[in-house]
């Protein structure tokens, strides 16, 4: 619940927090409003010398955040939830501005912010008596690392660091986080929140350029480092720890199928898979990337489809009304309109689009459909990230089941149709992390999170994700 035990925060200017203690930053830099493409406040910069400072206060918080109890690491926990809802307006305000979130996907996102904080503190580790005889007993227990590092993308900045820092601080871990320079806001703003609640050191954010994810996947200080982005950028992240032996987990990039079964109900499944395909305009881990329809009713549900995707409304930050906004940023902008001119050059048939050019501000694409592109389309192999989506038509159930994992990523999956124990039989099939029946992308703090093949290495949220942030450590005692 909101309170006024928390002082707001101030929404205009942006300093790293170390040690509870908001830093001037010599250098600083500005990031750029998807909606208006103009500059956002500065952000600070981080030299080597800021990182050193960051990982000595959450090693110096360490030994007594370590030594406090399970539920007294809650009770913080607890507490920061109730200061991000204090400050609710101004995080709503700046999530707009920075990440080109609609109010509808803002609301979504900030819910599940304190509602992942206050879910997560219900887990508890607790201790496993694996052996309990005359001659000895055995515990099974689970150990906080020390300072974790938290590196996140841009496309749910508040949500993502969220995740990563509750189940790392909870553990008994301390803390740093390290946001997207295309999204350095909010975090940095969750910093200074936190600063009102945790003691000194235990959660520090600093923002940067390229260079300060390799300075504290490099620090020597660092005992673990949590990475949600790119496949690309996942693999130097994990071979940069290699040099220090950090533990690391990686949630990366996912390009997941829904299969559509002929006994689907399209009335309700079109809206639903609609949706899901081109939630926060397509820039979801996962989002729905292919569609399979089997061929039966691939022509009613295409007519369909097309029919709800062109209700959706395009809008910025200040549009109540609007379901999409603009991509992010200019990079991934420009990825996308590549991935346009390769669909024209290969002659794809384009089912729903509009003309691309525009002389309006802001990264805005219009929601686009392929009709039955080929199997080997980058439209259907590559993770698009954004609104084009692919649907494809099936027959057999083993070939769509092929073409559905044949990919090297496995983050999410789904499978739609009204007999739900077939479509269940179907959904674990597919080679993924996280599926689902007559749903997608449906997330929550009380199950683990993570992708198979190339999505990912570890887990996040649950227990299992609670256990990533610990070393385990078995107690043998001689009775
Ligand atoms: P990215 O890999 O470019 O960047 C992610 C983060 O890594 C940023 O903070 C960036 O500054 C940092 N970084 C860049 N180079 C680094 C290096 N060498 N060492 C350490 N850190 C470095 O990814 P992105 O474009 O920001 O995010 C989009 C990707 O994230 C998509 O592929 C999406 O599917 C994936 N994603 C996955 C999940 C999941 O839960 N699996 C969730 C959200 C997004």
Redesign the pocket.
């Known amino acids: 619940m909101a309170t006024s035990t928390y002082k707001l925060a101030n929404f205009e200017t942006f300093q790293n927090t170390i040690n509870n203690t908001l830093t001037p930053i010599p250098r600083t830099r500005r990031g750029i409003n998807p909606n208006t493409e103009t500059e956002l406040p500065e952000v600070p910069i981080s030299a080597q010398e800021d990182v050193d400072n960051a990982v000595a206060a959450a090693q110096a918080a360490f030994p007594s955040w370590s030594n406090l109890s399970q539920d007294e690491r809650a009770e913080y926990l607890s507490k920061f939830a109730d200061a991000i809802d204090a400050n609710q307006a101004g995080f709503a305000k700046l999530l707009g501005e920075e990440c080109g979130k609609p109010p509808q996907g803002v609301g979504i996102e900030l819910f599940l912010v304190t509602h992942q904080i206050r879910e997560t503190v219900k887990i508890k580790l607790g201790e496993e008596v694996v052996e309990d005889s005359a001659e000895r007993s055995i515990v099974q227990r689970y150990v906080p690392m020390g300072v974790g590092v938290g590196?996140?993308?841009?496309?749910?900045p508040m949500l993502?660091a969220t995740i990563k820092l509750t189940s790392a601080l909870l553990a008994g871990n301390t803390f740093i986080l390290?946001?997207?320079?295309?999204s350095p806001y909010t975090a940095l703003k969750l910093g200074e929140v936190g600063a009102q609640v945790f003691p000194k050191g235990v959660l520090n954010v600093l923002s940067g350029e390229?260079d300060?994810?390799?300075m504290?996947?490099a620090h020597p200080g660092v005992a673990k480092v949590s990475?949600?982005?790119?496949?690309?950028?996942?693999k130097?992240?994990m071979q940069?720890c290699a040099a220090t032996l950090k533990r690391v987990s990686l949630?990366?990039?996912?390009n997941d199928a829904a299969i559509i079964l002929p006994d689907a109900d399209l009335a309700v499944t079109v809206p639903k898979v609609a949706t899901l395909s081109f939630f926060h305009t397509g820039q979801?881990?996962?989002a729905i990337k292919r569609i399979y329809v089997h061929s039966s009713i691939y022509d009613a549900f295409l007519a369909a489809f097309t029919s709800f995707v062109s209700t959706l409304k395009i809008g910025n930050a200040s549009d109540p009304e609007a379901t999409l906004g603009p991509i992010q940023n200019k990079m991934?902008y420009e990825k996308l309109l590549d991935m346009h001119s390769e669909i024209s050059k290969q002659g794809l048939k384009v089912a729903l689009g509009a003309d691309l050019s525009t002389d309006k501000k802001g990264f805005f694409l219009p929601p686009t459909v392929i009709d039955n592109p080929p199997d080997d389309a980058r439209i259907v192999t590559e993770?698009q990230?954004g609104p084009i989506i692919p649907l494809l038509k099936w027959t057999d159930e083993e070939d769509v089941l092929r073409r559905a994992n044949d990919s090297l990523m496995g983050?999410g999956g789904s499978v739609w149709g009204k007999d739900v124990k077939n479509a269940e039989r179907v959904s674990r099939r597919l080679e993924a992390g996280i599926v689902w029946v007559n749903s997608h992308a449906e997330t929550g703090p009380q199950v683990a999170?993570g992708?198979h093949k190339n999505?990912?290495m570890g887990v996040e949220s649950g227990l299992e994700g609670l256990k990533g942030w610990c070393n385990a450590q078995a107690v043998w005692v001689s009775k």
Do not use: D, H, R, Y
């Open positions: 590196i996140v993308p841009w496309n749910f993502l390290k946001p997207s320079p295309f390229e300060l994810g390799p504290l996947t990475f949600t982005g790119s496949i690309a950028t996942g130097k992240v940069a949630e990366l990039g996912g979801l881990c996962v991934q993770e990230f983050l999170w992708g999505s990912g």
